[in-house]
């Protein structure tokens, strides 16, 4: 008898629904049991249950849990250590069925569209795997191939992690995190957007088209679909591999690195979401950024942006009522002062590099094991007596792409006056002038 795809396809949610479920839920009656009767180390426990229920998953809801460990003020300390050792280890599509994927995504006779095709993966992550091949012509190129049904898995995986999140919730009420888990959620389901993804190269291509030092790949249409996204392959090196550099490359790595972030959040309302190691490599001995993967990019309101250059003059000032306005723009509401206060302990962790008017580490001093551990156990400690504070979902992965450019920083110990590379991306900033230029380049890059 014949096999009912759509009967499999069926079949695989439920027990993808099922085995997801039954690790969450898991996870919240340990975290629960431990609420009742524990003592001692009971976020430690707590975390330590959850990184097991996790470790033993697969897919979109590792992911979450991936970005969830970046942001070490939205979880507790012990959270996100544990969170932060999770490994996606994503079981990578064999050859055979690799065929299959691309036929069902160009047609039975795909292969001549391609001089070379690598039938292994070169990478393989969370929602998808990318192949090298070659163009008719020989250029090289880099095929990232979606793995079946990821829409589903993601609306099964978000599902039960809402219902898990509305547990962690109860227990731990200093922070209400409904908009973070509804901003992950949208974020996620945009990375299964190749289509947008496509845009989004093509306008940050188009923002650096004058740079020599920061290439972005550039996509082949007739050989892309929604679940299908064939670019240029760009080759370099990771940045884990520039550590030994001399201080001179390993600083000008951090420069094209901070540009590579900021100034298109300044100049455009944009920014990459996810500034993981894999996500960009250097070519040249360093001299040259090669950013990469553009499933997770933010467009902000110019209204956001402005209040990220409200705070840094506020700080730079000591304007109080500046601080609590550009948190406002932010999306935090209902703020009293002792709010505004623990606010501060975090925002001036990460403005603390472009404050200070002198070449410095991101860290200055403070070992990259404890970097930002020390503020968010204070913001946590803090919001127990003060809170609770709802994380608005702007702030997430603006908060993340800081955290993350400030580890790489640190894995390069690299040496900069942030605060001049700061005030050079200002110039000339308006949030008309931003609104502006954000709406030609969208409508340009087709958004």
């Given at each position: 008898?014949?096999?009912?795809?759509?009967?499999?396809?069926?079949?695989?949610?439920?027990?993808?629904?099922?085995?997801?479920?039954?690790?969450?839920?898991?996870?919240?009656?340990?975290?629960?049991?431990?609420?009742?009767?524990?003592?001692?180390?009971?976020?430690?426990?707590?975390?330590?249950?959850?990184?097991?229920?996790?470790g033993r998953l697969k897919g979109p809801v590792m992911k979450v849990a991936q970005i969830m460990a970046t942001i070490p003020d939205l979880l507790p300390p012990e959270f996100a250590e544990?969170?932060?050792?999770?490994?996606?280890?994503?079981?990578?599509?064999?050859?055979?069925?690799?065929?299959?994927?691309?036929?069902?995504?160009?047609?039975?006779?795909?292969?001549?569209?391609?001089?070379?095709?690598?039938?292994?993966?070169?990478?393989?992550?969370?929602?998808?795997?990318?192949?090298?091949?070659?163009?008719?012509?020989?250029?090289?190129?880099?095929?990232?191939?979606?793995?079946?049904?990821?829409?589903?898995?993601?609306?099964?995986?978000?599902?039960?992690?809402?219902?898990?999140?509305?547990?962690?919730?109860?227990?731990?009420?200093?922070?209400?995190?409904?908009?973070?888990?509804?901003?992950?959620?949208?974020?996620?389901?945009?990375?299964?957007?190749?289509?947008?993804?496509?845009?989004?190269?093509?306008?940050?291509?188009?923002?650096?088209?004058?740079?020599?030092?920061?290439?972005?790949?550039?996509?082949?249409?007739?050989?892309?679909?929604?679940?299908?996204?064939?670019?240029?392959?760009?080759?370099?090196?990771?940045?884990?591999?520039?550590?030994?550099?001399?201080?001179?490359?390993?600083?000008?790595?951090?420069?094209?690195?901070?540009?590579?972030?900021?100034?298109?959040?300044?100049?455009?309302?944009?920014?990459?979401?996810?500034?993981?190691?894999?996500?960009?490599?250097?070519?040249?001995?360093?001299?040259?950024?090669?950013?990469?993967?553009?499933?997770?990019?933010?467009?902000?309101?110019?209204?956001?942006?402005?209040?990220?250059?409200?705070?840094?003059?506020?700080?730079?000032?000591?304007?109080?009522?500046?601080?609590?306005?550009?948190?406002?723009?932010?999306?935090?509401?209902?703020?009293?002062?002792?709010?505004?206060?623990?606010?501060?302990?975090?925002?001036?962790?990460?403005?603390?590099?472009?404050?200070?008017?002198?070449?410095?580490?991101?860290?200055?001093?403070?070992?990259?094991?404890?970097?930002?551990?020390?503020?968010?156990?204070?913001?946590?400690?803090?919001l127990d007596q003060k809170g609770p504070v709802t994380i608005p979902r702007e702030f997430v992965f603006m908060d993340r792409a800081a955290i993350g450019l400030g580890a790489a920083f640190?894995?390069?110990?690299?040496?900069?006056?942030?605060?001049?590379?700061?005030?050079?991306?200002?110039?000339?900033?308006?949030?008309?002038?931003?609104?502006?230029?954000?709406?030609?380049?969208?409508?340009?890059?087709?958004?």
């Open positions: 008898m014949a096999r009912d795809p759509e009967r499999d396809r069926l079949s695989g949610r439920v027990a993808r629904f099922a085995r997801v479920g039954a690790g969450l839920s898991g996870a919240a009656a340990t975290i629960g049991a431990n609420a009742l009767f524990g003592t001692g180390d009971l976020d430690a426990r707590n975390a330590k249950a959850m990184k097991e229920a996790l544990e969170f932060g050792q999770l490994q996606t280890n994503a079981p990578a599509m064999g050859p055979a069925f690799v065929r299959r994927r691309m036929a069902a995504e160009l047609g039975p006779a795909w292969q001549r569209r391609f001089g070379s095709f690598d039938l292994h993966p070169a990478a393989a992550a969370s929602l998808g795997q990318v192949h090298r091949a070659t163009a008719a012509n020989g250029a090289p190129l880099a095929v990232k191939l979606q793995y079946p049904d990821m829409q589903s898995a993601v609306e099964s995986d978000l599902a039960q992690l809402r219902a898990f999140m509305s547990v962690v919730r109860r227990l731990y009420t200093s922070l209400d995190t409904r908009e973070v888990v509804e901003e992950l959620a949208e974020r996620l389901r945009e990375e299964l957007d190749y289509d947008r993804e496509a845009k989004a190269m093509d306008l940050y291509r188009t923002f650096f088209a004058n740079r020599d030092d920061i290439h972005i790949p550039t996509p082949d249409a007739g050989l892309s679909t929604g679940r299908l996204l064939t670019m240029t392959w760009l080759d370099g090196e990771g940045l884990l591999a520039l550590k030994c550099a001399d201080q001179e490359t390993r600083n000008h790595v951090a420069k094209i690195l901070f540009e590579g972030w900021w100034t298109p959040l300044i100049h455009m309302g944009v920014i990459h979401g996810d500034p993981h190691l894999g996500n960009y490599t250097f070519a040249d001995g360093g001299r040259r950024l090669n950013l990469l993967d553009f499933g997770c990019i933010r467009i902000f309101p110019p209204a956001f942006v402005g209040g990220v250059v409200k705070l840094f003059h506020a700080m730079s000032t000591g304007d109080k009522a500046g601080e609590a306005e550009a948190y406002r723009a932010w999306g935090f509401k209902d703020l009293s002062q002792d709010l505004i206060d623990v606010l501060g302990i975090w925002a001036r962790f990460i403005y603390a590099p472009l404050l200070d008017d002198r070449v410095r580490t991101v860290a200055d001093g403070v070992a990259p094991s404890q970097y930002g551990r020390r503020e968010a156990f204070q913001v946590k400690q803090a640190l894995h390069l110990a690299a040496e900069q006056n942030w605060r001049r590379l700061f005030e050079a991306s200002l110039e000339d900033f308006s949030e008309a002038a931003l609104a502006e230029r954000q709406a030609k380049a969208l409508a340009a890059a087709g958004f």
